[in-house]
């Protein structure tokens, strides 16, 4: 397996982890390039942002189309640059087709001029707030799924009246070009969504470049740094940037329907997503047959550059030394494989692996491990899962298991994370209004629904005077009985 690199002549290339084939090849953007990218988006931003929203909503809706239709060529696409099954890859283009929907049919409704109350000072006043565009959003995207969650950026920020400039991941440089090509045929000679390419200095270039606002999906240790470059010029960001999520087994959970949900968690997509399951707490009644239907199930498992394998190789080789190394440091320390251990990283592929009675500080259990890997601890109760859930830096999401949805709401209410799933993995994704992010080492800031348009969006605020105010406090000639009433009003109207 071989990573793109940089050649003399400027270019990246494209490999397909599983084979090391060439997939494409395409010119590093480099500052200038970029920074033309962006003074390009500025013109055809100020043309999107001028269209009437419904003209913006028939545009974003050809473009879903055009995605929709040619779905079987993007997911093989993705399936060459990544090594995932095509099948999955199928899912992540559905997934990011259904928000691009949503964020097209909805950016009229929620991001419109509303009226608000205006209070007892404002009595005179017509006070409105509408979310504006941004004018022109950079956006950086991930290799793990490189459809799916830059398309949780692009599709709002579209939506909501800007331009993007995109740069892929240097991992799937032929998927972002795929996207991009997909707008231009979808509405010819506007440059509304660009693509560059390149590796970490095209990043920065874009950070550097002007962008009125930047969106990140990687590691925290990039995420700073691309907030220190942002900061030069106070560009906003958003960021999201991994998780080691909790799933939590209760005490009724229905163990056949957690088994089945922490296994593709922790598993698949060879364990490299955000939001998956690197961490299970299961009450101790249960645990002893949690575990060993999941050993059984990992132990089905397989990983591997084949057709009929159960997920694909590690897109990025370097992470196989991370998944290696949390997998020593826990063995090191006392910890148990009951699938898998040490052996389990090959040359492109990780193998699944259960690993048991983990020291709570191991780097198994602290560090996003981005692998096939899932440390699976005993606790007495709920209360102590959730202790242990939010021990952690990350806070992107978890899941809980147990049969009373109304009793797993209510433990939803003390993770500390963005979101969470109640019997189920991940399933928050695949519902467009809800949105998403987390907070701490995960980032912060929202993609999708309501709050991912206004999250592209800035909101103005405008009072507009309807008539003469019956005390006009803003002036040098205001009159001492205007301020004898507002002396009255601080003690007897909000002074009570």
């Not at 008539?467 to 004898?484: G, H, I, Y």
Request: glycine share 10%; charged share 20%.
């Amino acid at each position: 397996m071989t990573a793109p690199s940089n050649t003399a002549t400027g270019e990246l290339i494209s490999t397909d982890p599983r084979t090391g084939a060439e997939v494409g090849r395409f010119p590093v953007a480099d500052d200038a390039a970029t920074t033309a990218a962006v003074v390009t988006a500025r013109d055809a931003a100020q043309w999107w942002a001028g269209l009437p929203p419904k003209a913006r909503r028939n545009w974003l809706l050809r473009f879903r189309g055009e995605l929709a239709r040619n779905s079987e060529e993007l997911a093989t696409l993705i399936s060459a640059e990544t090594g995932k099954p095509v099948d999955d890859a199928v899912l992540e283009v559905m997934l990011a087709v259904v928000h691009l929907d949503w964020a097209a049919t909805h950016a009229e409704k929620e991001l419109r001029r509303r009226a608000v109350p205006s209070g007892l000072l404002g009595a005179n006043l017509t006070a409105t707030v509408e979310y504006r565009p941004f004018g022109v959003v950079g956006v950086i995207g991930p290799w793990n799924y490189p459809v799916f969650t830059p398309m949780g950026s692009i599709s709002y920020a579209l939506a909501a009246g800007n331009a993007v400039v995109f740069k892929p991941s240097e991992l799937t440089t032929a998927v972002g070009r795929f996207l991009a090509d997909a707008w231009a045929a979808t509405c010819p000679g506007t440059p509304v969504l660009q693509v560059i390419q390149g590796g970490g200095e095209t990043g920065a270039a874009l950070c550097r470049s002007g962008v009125d606002k930047l969106a990140f999906t990687g590691s925290a240790v990039t995420a700073r740094a691309v907030m220190t470059t942002c900061a030069r010029t106070l560009t906003p960001v958003t960021i999201e940037g991994g998780g080691k999520d909790a799933f939590i087994v209760a005490d009724d959970a229905d163990i056949d329907a957690a088994v089945d949900a922490a296994a593709f968690g922790a598993f698949g997509n060879a364990g490299q997503t955000c939001a998956g399951v690197e961490r299970v707490y299961v009450v101790a009644d249960r645990y002893e047959e949690f575990v060993e239907k999941l050993a059984a199930k990992a132990r089905a498992l397989r990983g591997g550059d084949d057709e009929a394998a159960d997920y694909g190789p590690a897109t990025m080789p370097e992470q196989l030394t991370i998944i290696r190394r949390h997998i020593d440091d826990a063995l090191d320390r006392g910890a148990r494989a009951l699938v898998g251990g040490r052996d389990s990283v090959g040359a492109t592929t990780a193998q699944p692996v259960v690993l048991v009675d983990v020291p709570h500080d191991s780097t198994a259990v602290t560090e996003e491990t981005f692998g096939p890997t899932v440390v699976v601890t005993a606790v007495a109760d709920v209360d102590e899962a959730i202790d242990l859930a939010n021990t952690s830096s990350f806070g992107l999401s978890a899941a809980i298991m147990t049969r009373d949805v109304s009793r797993g709401r209510e433990l939803a209410r003390r993770l500390r994370t963005g979101s969470v799933a109640v019997n189920s993995f991940l399933s928050f994704a695949s519902v467009p209004a809800l949105p998403f992010g987390g907070l701490g080492d995960s980032g912060f800031g929202r993609i999708h629904g309501a709050d991912g348009l206004r999250e592209f969006s800035r909101p103005q605020a405008v009072a507009a005077q309807r008539f003469k105010p019956p005390m006009n406090l803003l002036t040098f000639d205001r009159k001492a009985r205007d301020m004898t009433t507002v002396r009255m009003m601080l003690r007897h109207v909000y002074g009570r």
